[in-house]
């Protein structure tokens, strides 16, 4: 196994006034709003554990990664120049998805949701501008289970594996359907390449939220069937 490390001071934040609009709180509900607040963040501990590894065979249409095999056509051809991947699961943290869970009211509940969901984002960042200081390139690209076309969620398993005990480090495991519990958890594989990719370039997801780029339908096709 490749070398492995935990990043669990990582900065973030969680501004009030941003969150008060984003979430559209009422002037009425703001005492209620700051209880949650507090409570919440009090709670968010942002953790990642990561890796490096060797990428030991790449035939077009997957690669392994540690003795370990990943399907997709898509890492694949990502993967054509790089020697090295650096697997990676991350999360804003059990206690305040706990918290968040056992909310009885469905509003405040919502609000502990996204507040870890922000939380998560902010913290989310914060890795890549660790990990780009320790590959040392500003180059680096992600790949994810679940969000590229070819590579199903499924393929957190395997991930998973590779990493190692991701439970005992980080508090994250995988539910039957490959979902991560907490939910506001990411993973993938970051690598170092010129060309930048947005996995959201091979997503069909509607009105999803988060959509860093939009959909091109043509693009499985011509970059990786050809
Ligand atoms: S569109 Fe949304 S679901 Fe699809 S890859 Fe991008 S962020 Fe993920």
Not at 112 to 123: P, T
Not at 180 to 187: D, N, Y
Request: aromatic residues 12%.
């Amino acid at each position: 196994m490749g070398e492995r490390f935990l990043m669990d001071e990582l900065p973030w934040s969680v501004d009030r006034d941003a969150a008060l609009k984003r979430l559209r709180v009422m002037e009425d509900d703001l005492e209620d709003f700051d209880e949650i607040y507090e409570k919440t963040l009090a709670l968010i501990k942002p953790v990642y554990y990561a890796g490096v590894e060797t990428v030991e065979q790449n035939d077009g249409s997957g690669v392994v990664i540690g003795g370990i095999r990943f399907d997709s056509r898509v890492v694949s051809v990502n993967l054509k120049n790089a020697k090295t991947v650096y697997p990676y699961v991350g999360t804003a943290g059990r206690a305040a998805y706990e918290y968040a869970l056992g909310i009885d009211d469905e509003i405040m509940r919502y609000w502990a949701d996204q507040l870890c969901e922000m939380a998560f984002k902010s913290a989310a960042g914060s890795f890549i501008l660790r990990m780009r200081e320790k590959v040392g390139s500003e180059k680096l690209s992600a790949l994810a289970p679940g969000s590229v076309i070819d590579w199903p969620i499924s393929q957190q398993k395997p991930l998973f594996e590779l990493l190692g005990d991701v439970y005992a480090h980080t508090g994250i495991f995988l539910e039957k359907s490959f979902l991560m519990r907490p939910v506001k958890s990411g993973s993938g594989l970051l690598y170092v390449s010129e060309k930048h990719f947005e996995s959201c370039s091979l997503c069909p997801k509607e009105n999803c939220p988060n959509r860093r780029a939009p959909f091109d339908k043509d693009k499985f096709e011509r970059e990786y069937l050809a």
